[in-house]
């Protein structure tokens, strides 16, 4: 079933059937004043932290409730709904609604009774606070009175914990005040006599606000349960069923916000109102709801700058290809959800709550590569940030708190970042996802410069990005179990795989053997010559130890726990076939052409399903080795054998690597939101952006999805298309065009900037080939090879490309 549809031009999702299987929703703002919304308005916000900064409550794993609600009466006869469909839920028989998802704003559009509303909610470019704008129109012939209501349920407290759980204190601290056009929630509000540097156990005066624009305020109400009175739920409050909301404040228990604004309209008039909410003193609070007094011109003008913002953001890639799935998910929703995963990491959605008080580090700068290709510098800003989480001995942090201080931070050595973070030691594969992701900045840019940076190191020192990467080679190299493989540590990419500190894993061995080959590149670059004769030593030893230790005939294993036990060996009972080896052994360099498509073949037969390919095969059950944790999760779920949905990136890019076009597509098609659209009530998640993982072939549950929009697929499923499919890969000289596609594909069309260029690529497949080239036209100059040389770009190049 379908329950919405794309609106490419407007880069909109539209929701038109609101009783989705799940609340499917949207990010607005930025970390600094966070907001997530589901199409009916459910959600929460946060300034700037979203496991100490929440403003609005939200419970979860619930029924979506509470949310950002705008309620309307009619006056006279008594009637009420709200402006998205839910918390009231009139009959969908007699109530129209459609929410519309955009780039940084959603708006709901309803039709009811006579009364047309389009409510837009957004945190405005720049801004710490949140705006919801309602345009309400009279459709009927008669004079409507209606009175409009807005609600906010605040926290009592700004940690999402001690608001929820620590009640004996919780309830005690929260108060407030009605103040002209605006609701003022203090918390701790007894230490107002405080001087402004003064605390009382770290403890001082917190202030929010909701305030209205555009109309005079009838009512106003700051207690949640005055509001809805007692018994009552969210769909029928009597603040709003009686028409007044009591003018009452809160002292103790639960506070909220609730204006309420009587309306008049004539037929065919409308009528904007703007409430805003955010966490601001009274005085901030006066100011931004008076520059709303022209209601609709504001709005109007901030959304258009948002729209600006993001199509700037997303212009430096698009493409024109058969398939309408592919487009509109690499011009608009797997972009911007790269940029939402780039922007929050893992802190808030519905999923993780926002507990998360730090940047995971392999989350992060592998999340950086999603938008290396569209905004390079914004890129760099973010891989700085991580270097500088870099500790001195070439390991990352495995966390790196929001409040990172570089050259003065605590380690996994440190007993103090263990109890605060929660980690208790180094992974293996941290500092590698730095080698990919500084390589694709650079060959993007062509900032061969960036090398030669000197940025901190988390706990002492500092050094250039590439002694940086030099420090993350020697961490490998210092970390080697008993076969010489880099040893497993805390754990690798896979945290339900713990092969033991002295277990050894193929994956990392793999990366590792890749980091080297990037290495040698900058070592060359930089006539390094003596550390480049170490590398390539470096790289050939480990490559032959893979070999002699992780080739199993028709596959490479998992690794080797500590006590010498052969993980993912073809005779196993269980998990005997592992996906990321067999992708990483094609992306690293290492596997041959027969090593490779044996194994691949073995990925396609063996592991793939409808909806991607399962992370291992069969599932752990009776045989888990201690380390397998993977064996707490039901068959088919998460890391035990469901469909992890980044390593399908990886399995795109390593088929079109292959120049397997057929298949590199059909595992991009597989995991695509947008190509399960009319599948909703099976994958259940938003079909405008990725999830974790979807529920495999052991699962009765298969094909449905979980833990939307803050995943690593985004970021990796956007190089295997922009890299693979596509095959636009930089080197340090220019940009190596070589595209792997189905076969029908006879013609598509590419729009890039590159290093400041702009390219019109048409690529031709007259003879319906899957990848390969037959010529190559820049500028009317037939070149001899698939490359664009740096030196021939001009600021506007023609380029065509024959298959």
């Known amino acids: 079933m379908k329950y919405g549809y794309f609106d490419d031009i407007n880069r909109e999702y539209i929701i038109d059937k609101p009783d989705t299987p799940t609340p499917w929703v949207n990010y607005l703002g930025s970390p600094e004043y966070g907001a997530i919304i589901s199409n009916n308005a459910g959600g929460y916000s946060f300034a ?167 109309n005079p305020i009838t009512s106003y109400c700051g207690d949640k349960k005055a509001f809805l009175g007692r018994y009552n739920g969210y769909d029928e409050p009597v603040g709003v069923t009686s028409g007044n909301l009591g003018n009452t404040n809160n002292y103790n228990e639960n506070a909220c916000g609730s204006l309420a604004s009587q309306v008049t309209l004539a037929p065919n008039e409308s009528k904007t109102l703007v409430f805003v909410l955010g966490e601001k003193s009274s005085r901030e609070a006066q100011a931004i709801i008076q520059s709303y007094e022209n209601a609709k011109e504001s709005v109007t003008f901030e959304i258009e700058e948002l729209r600006s913002e993001w199509n700037n953001r997303l212009e430096g890639l698009q493409v024109k290809t058969p398939s309408p799935v592919f487009d509109t998910m690499i011009n608009t929703w797997n972009a911007y959800n790269c940029y939402m995963t780039f922007i929050w990491s893992r802190a808030a959605s519905l999923i993780y709550c926002g507990l ?134 805390h754990a690798d990419w896979n945290d339900c795989l713990r092969l033991g500190a002295q277990g050894e894993s193929s994956f990392v061995a793999l990366q590792y053997y890749y980091a080297l080959r990037i290495l040698t590149l900058f070592a060359k670059q930089k006539n390094d010559t003596t550390y480049l004769a170490f590398l390539e030593a470096e790289q050939e030893a480990m490559g032959q130890k893979i070999q002699e230790l992780c080739w199993d005939e028709d596959r490479f294993v998992r690794g080797y726990t500590e006590a010498g036990e052969r993980i993912g060996e073809r005779q196993a009972p269980e998990a005997n076939m592992w996906l990321n080896p067999q992708s990483w052994a094609v992306i690293s360099g290492l596997a041959s052409e027969e090593q490779a498509e044996l194994a691949m073949d073995n990925v396609f037969n063996r592991l793939n399903t409808n909806y991607g390919a399962i992370l291992m095969d069969p599932p752990y059950h009776k045989h888990a080795f201690e380390g397998a944790l993977a064996v707490i999760y039901n068959q088919g779920n998460k890391e035990n054998a469901g469909v992890f949905s980044q390593s399908q990136g990886w399995l795109i890019l390593a088929e079109a690597l292959r120049g397997k076009g057929e298949r590199a597509f059909t595992y991009f098609m597989e995991n695509a939101p947008a190509a399960q659209n009319d599948q909703a009530d099976i994958r259940q998640l938003e079909p405008y952006c990725y999830g974790q993982f979807t529920e495999g072939p052991a699962s009765p549950n298969h094909g449905k999805s979980h833990v939307h929009w803050l995943t690593g697929t985004a970021s990796t499923i956007m190089v295997g298309c922009v890299e693979g499919i596509l095959g636009l890969r930089p080197d340090l000289g220019g940009l190596k065009l070589a595209p792997a596609i189905p076969k029908d594909w006879e013609q598509f069309t590419i729009e890039k900037t590159f290093r400041g260029k702009t390219l019109h690529i048409s690529v031709e497949n007259p003879n319906h080939k899957e990848s390969g080239f037959t010529k190559l036209i820049l500028n009317g100059q037939e070149l001899n090879e698939a490359y664009l040389p740096e030196e021939l770009l001009q600021a506007d190049n023609t380029i065509t490309l024959v298959l």
């Open 48 to 214: 700037k932290s979203g496991a100490n900064g929440r403003i609005l409550r939200y419970v979860f794993n619930n029924f979506d409730q509470p949310g950002r609600y705008i309620y309307l009466r009619d006056n006279d006869s008594k009637d009420f709904w709200s402006a998205s469909w839910q918390p009231v839920g009139k009959d969908l028989t007699d109530y129209i609604s459609k929410c519309h998802h955009g780039l940084g704003y959603t708006k709901m559009v309803a039709d009811y009774a006579g009364i047309h509303s389009e409510t837009t909610y957004y945190v405005p470019k720049n801004k710490s606070y949140e705006v919801w704008a309602i345009e309400v129109t009279n459709n009927s012939n008669q004079i409507r009175n209606l009175t409009l209501t807005g609600y906010a349920e605040f926290t009592n407290h700004s940690n999402y914990e001690q608001d929820q759980v620590n009640l004996q204190y919780s309830l005690f601290i929260s108060r407030t005040q009605f103040q002209d056009n605006r609701i003022i929630q203090q918390i701790h509000g007894n230490l107002n006599t405080l001087e402004e540097d003064e605390q009382v156990d770290e403890k001082n005066v917190t202030e929010r606000f909701f305030g209205l624009a555009g």
């Open 356 to 489: 998360r008080n730090g940047y995971g580090y392999r989350d992060t700068v592998q999340d950086i590569q999603g938008i290396i290709h569209l905004a390079p510098e914004m890129a760099a800003d973010k891989i700085r940030f991580m270097l500088s989480a870099q500790v001195d001995n070439g390991g990352g942090l495995p966390l790196v708190k929001f409040t990172h201080n570089p050259g003065h931070e605590d380690t996994p050595d440190d007993a103090s970042y263990v109890q605060e973070t929660g980690h208790p030691a180094y992974r293996a594969d941290d500092a590698l996802w730095l080698f990919p992701t500084v390589y694709k900045y650079i060959t993007e840019s062509g900032n061969i410069s960036f090398l030669d940076e000197i940025i901190p190191y988390a706990n002492k020192g500092e050094a250039t990005v590439y002694e940086h990467l030099k420090a993350a080679i020697q961490f490998s190299m210092d970390n080697l179990g008993p076969h010489g493989m880099p040893a497993g540590l």
